[in-house]
């Protein structure tokens, strides 16, 4: 049997248009915003500052799966309820983590995206039920999962009928001590073979740190990501999670600016393609 998943299923590329963006389209997405939503005008603040570069999707995580109990644990609904204001008002499209079955309502009543994260990526009752809301979901790689099992942790999402489905690569624990988690850019290169979904790039759980983010985006982007999420906070130094690995206004504004020269190279790679494609004689 083929599975859902896979480019013998289905030849031509997924795209998973949210409002006004589509994934996995020629056009690259950015999934920027902080770890955690904090308050109402550090979420506000961050919003603003990314739709002025035209970022297009709002991340912020209102539930956070906490390798401490004893670590802030997320606003809840307050947060989301924040998140969806600053979406609403910079006409960006939302996205955060869903941890509980229990909380699916709820967070599929405020978001636009539903994260799965990676901690989750094995938890198929988690998976069933998000893949039946048919809203969008971003599917994040387990800590140690084989390219085959996040493949066919992505079925569970299809078979509930949702063909709304985001791949993330976010990393995977290895030996390494100097980066949180090893960026497997294979898999990405890889998934763009095997299977028709989009897949983006998650810098920031995946490095835990910011220094190498631009040269590790330029990589992504190279293996053909369909987009980029890094966290972003006003101020990293006080975030209640993750500010080692969030860009702060600055430096994300020198992080798009170093990357956009490779876009347009590779923008300008895919019209060619695309017009040589055009120009080849159909064979069926
Ligand atoms: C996140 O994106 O907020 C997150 C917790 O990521 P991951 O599940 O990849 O660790
Ligand atoms: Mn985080």
Request: charged letters at 20%; glycine letters at 8%.
């Amino acid at each position: 049997m083929t599975n859902k998943c896979s480019r013998d299923f289905q030849r031509q590329n997924t795209v998973v248009s949210v409002k006004n963006v589509r994934i996995g389209s020629s056009e690259q997405t950015f999934w920027c915003g902080p770890c955690s939503i904090e308050s109402e005008t550090q979420i506000e603040e961050t919003a603003a500052f990314l739709s002025s570069w035209g970022v297009q999707i709002l991340r912020g995580g209102a539930f956070k799966p906490r390798t401490s109990p004893y670590s802030f644990q997320g606003l809840g609904e307050r947060g989301l309820v924040l998140l969806a204001l600053a979406g609403e008002k910079y006409g960006m499209v939302t996205v955060s983590e869903v941890m509980d079955t229990a909380d699916i309502p709820l967070v599929a009543r405020y978001v636009d995206i539903l994260q799965i994260g990676a901690r989750n990526m094995h938890n198929f009752a988690l998976l069933r039920k998000v893949g039946a809301t048919g809203k969008p979901v971003v599917l994040k790689r387990g800590l140690a999962a084989t390219i085959e099992e996040f493949l066919l942790a992505s079925e569970y999402i299809l078979l509930e009928e949702n063909p709304n489905l985001i791949l993330c690569e976010r990393g995977i624990r290895t030996f390494e001590q100097y980066t949180r988690n090893t960026l497997d850019l294979s898999c990405v290169a890889l998934i763009k073979k095997l299977s028709h979904l989009p897949i983006i790039a998650d810098l920031s759980h995946s490095l835990g740190r910011t220094d190498i983010m631009l040269p590790m985006a330029r990589a992504a982007l190279a293996c053909g990501v369909d987009g980029l999420m890094c966290e972003v906070h006003p101020n990293p130094a006080k975030a209640l999670s993750d500010g080692t690995q969030s860009l702060s206004f600055e430096q994300f504004a020198r992080f798009i600016s170093g990357l956009l020269p490779l876009m347009h190279f590779l923008d300008a790679q895919n019209a060619s393609q695309a017009e040589t494609e055009l120009a080849l004689p159909v064979t069926i």
